[in-house]
């Protein structure tokens, strides 16, 4: 509230704000930000203050200059930045989901700062297909007739439901178990509703009968829609039709059948660690779905993508769809897909082998994450706090296999002269930005998500947060 009847007591609070450009001047060295950046985020925090003060806030200029500085490297901070993970959660999405391996990087350096065949037909000289080389490959590695990518799952799901629904025929059959929400707050229900498609719900949330299915199909059906349920599970009195039958339903009435899988495991989780078998898009292909759609940075471990395959007559329709160009994948994508892609048809037997990091690091001993937590700790400060190795759980995260954890093998911190959040925000501040996470007491550096190269980055962190 302005106090008009006291002008002077507003001046000389106002009087308090210090100058943007002196401000600048001294805070500038202290973040590598472009200088218009500092200004603007400075001349926005003064602003801020002014407010206040016009509304009767006491603050001192001395206050006003410390929140400032606080909030200048807090911001330079949320620039987008490595980060080391040691969450135990191999796939996490607040930390970018999937690394890509050195393969996948290295294409990508040499494609990004060049020029490319992108769509040049080299043996012509005349302009060439987009994508044509990996969307065989990618038919080929999924055991179908065709596939194609885009820029995300979520995409690949609209644009789907986009091309295969018309006027008077929008009907999506969805069972009320699977009306997931996919992360993000987006809901299974409100992509239907952007795709131009009307749900129709089926079943009860624990069961879905076949009959359910085939009541729902009506003239204006235009296809059935499965959606796995990847971020969680259900359990107890639960039922649903298999897919050969459900298959054999939608084709009956000459309808086609989509999944929606999420997170496109290629390899058989259950054989590379003590986890649950991730259902495959090969597998769903061969019980009978006409397409399949799963993101390509969850378990695949290749770039964020969204990835259709199946039936060549919908590929080629889904491909004409005029909102395929608004989300069609860059080259960047392009070519690292491309690689990942490549080494799983290469390394088909032994994908563990491959430079897939998710896979890599799923596929880790647990003696090898001790040996490497025992050199780690070597020689770090013990007067304040208590550092043990102990047994872990990692999850495989990213919306993929709720039920799975595995074991692994944390570095256990327990402070006993500064709080566990506050280690814990000096660790993640570090020039390593090492995140791990907390309990009442202690805090723990799982090293199952760690890459062994930066390991040593994770003693210089431990060592100054711990002296
Ligand atoms: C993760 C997930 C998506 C979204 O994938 P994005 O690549 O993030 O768009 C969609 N459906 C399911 C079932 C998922 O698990």
Redesign the pocket.
């Known amino acids: 509230m302005i106090t008009l009847h006291d002008p002077f007591n507003i001046m000389s609070k106002l009087a308090a704000l210090p100058s943007v450009e002196k401000l600048a001047s001294s805070l500038a060295s202290e973040v590598s930000l472009p200088r218009p950046l500092v200004n603007l985020f400075l001349r926005r925090e003064i602003d801020r203050f002014r407010q206040l003060l016009l509304a009767d806030e006491n603050h001192t200029r001395e206050e006003i200059e410390k929140a400032t500085r606080q909030g200048l490297l807090e911001f330079a901070n949320s620039r987008l930045q490595p980060v080391i993970n040691a969450t135990g959660i191999l796939i996490h999405t607040n930390l970018g989901r999937s690394p890509l391996g050195p393969r996948a990087a290295t294409a990508l350096e040499k494609i990004a700062t060049g020029y490319s065949n992108l769509e040049f037909d080299l043996p012509s000289g005349a302009r060439g297909k987009r994508a044509g080389y990996l969307e065989t490959a990618l038919a080929c590695l999924l055991e179908t007739e065709a596939a194609t990518a885009v820029n ?4 690949a ?1 609209v644009l789907t439901l986009r091309t295969l629904v018309e006027e008077g025929k929008n009907e999506v059959i969805v069972s009320r178990s699977e009306l ?1 929400e ?2 993000g707050g987006f809901r299974i229900p409100e992509i239907l509703e952007t795709s131009g498609a009307k749900l129709v719900e089926v079943g009860a949330t624990n069961k879905t009968h076949l009959h359910d299915y085939e009541k729902a199909i009506t003239p204006q059906t235009a296809l059935i829609l499965k ?2 349920r ?2 969680f599970y259900i359990d107890g009195f639960i039922g649903e039709p298999e897919i050969p039958e459900i298959a054999k339903l939608a084709h009956d009435h000459k309808l086609p059948l989509v999944e ?4 496109g495991a290629m390899i058989n989780t259950d054989e590379l660690a003590p986890i649950e078998h991730e259902p495959t898009p090969q597998e769903c292909l061969r019980r009978g779905i006409d397409l399949v759609i799963f ?1 390509g ?2 378990l695949l471990g290749g770039p ?1 993508s ?1 990835i259709i395959g199946g039936r060549t007559d919908m590929i080629a329709k889904i491909k004409k769809e005029p909102f395929f160009r608004a989300v069609r994948c860059d080259k960047l994508i392009l070519t690292t897909l491309q690689e990942s892609i490549d080494q799983y048809l290469e390394t088909k037997a032994d994908p563990a082998r491959s430079d897939v990091t998710v896979l890599t690091f799923l596929a880790k001993s647990v003696d090898e994450l001790k040996t490497r937590a025992e050199t780690i700790i070597k020689g770090l400060p013990t007067e304040s706090t208590e550092i043990t190795i102990e047994n872990s759980l990692a999850r495989p995260g ?3 296999m709720p039920r799975s954890e595995f074991p692994s093998v944390a570095i256990k911190l327990i402070p006993k002269t500064q709080s566990v959040t506050k280690l814990a925000k000096k660790l993640r501040l570090s020039e390593s930005a090492l995140v791990g996470y907390t309990t009442d007491d202690a805090l723990f550096i799982d090293l199952r998500t760690v890459f062994p190269e930066t390991d040593n980055r994770v003693k210089d962190a431990l060592e100054s947060a711990l002296s």
Do not use: F, M, W
């Open positions: 995300n799952c979520a995409a799901l997931v996919i992360g959606v796995h990847s971020n929606d899988l999420g997170s993101s940075d969850k964020q969204g990213g919306g993929t």
